[in-house]
């Protein structure tokens, strides 16, 4: 009798570590192709180039930890600005490219833009804008990626911060 309960249990082994090294490799492929949180913090001049788009600086974080940095250009359009409740709102859609020595990561934004007085007239307003975004193409090590999120700038009159959240799959 106890002759049958050994094959059988090589059998039940043999089928246990199959089954696992087959779960193994789909965890893993699935575990590569899972969403990661993204994070770009860019900061960049207020004015804007010749070629009216706004240059700058940023840091790539990828689920909280540093990945890359580089350079970004971004071209703005905006639309006909309202006055809602008393504050001046001003439509705002265009595309961000990072660049950096891994690839380059395009991706198109919209949002609205609303000025925020300076008590002192001789002084410039501020502006703060926020919105979603979503990648619309990749090179590189950024090839496969795809995602979206949201973003938030806030600007002085020389400078702008712009941070960009969101999840992406690679």
């Not at 492929?29 to 804007?48: E, N, V």
């Not at 706004?54 to 350079?71: A, H, M, P």
Request: net charge positive; no cysteine.
């Amino acid at each position: 009798m106890r002759s049958l309960y050994i094959p059988a249990s090589i059998g039940l082994v043999a089928s246990f570590v199959f089954a696992s090294i087959a779960f193994g490799s789909v965890s893993s492929a699935h575990a590569r192709s899972r969403a990661s949180l993204i994070s770009i913090r860019q900061q960049q001049s207020s004015q804007m180039t010749t070629d009216k788009t706004f240059k700058g600086r940023f840091t790539l974080l990828v689920n909280g930890v540093i990945q890359d940095s580089g350079t970004t250009i971004l071209s703005p359009n905006e639309g006909a600005t309202k006055i809602v409740a008393g504050q001046q709102r001003t439509p705002v859609l265009g595309s961000e490219t990072v660049t950096t020595k891994k690839g380059t990561l395009t991706f198109s934004f919209r949002g609205v833009s609303i000025a925020v007085n300076n008590p002192d007239d001789t002084k410039d307003s501020l502006f703060n804008e926020s919105g979603t975004w979503r990648v619309t193409s990749g090179s590189g090590a950024y090839a496969a990626w795809t995602g979206k999120g949201v973003w938030v700038s806030v600007s002085t009159p020389s400078t702008e911060y712009i941070e960009w959240d969101g999840r992406v799959t690679r």
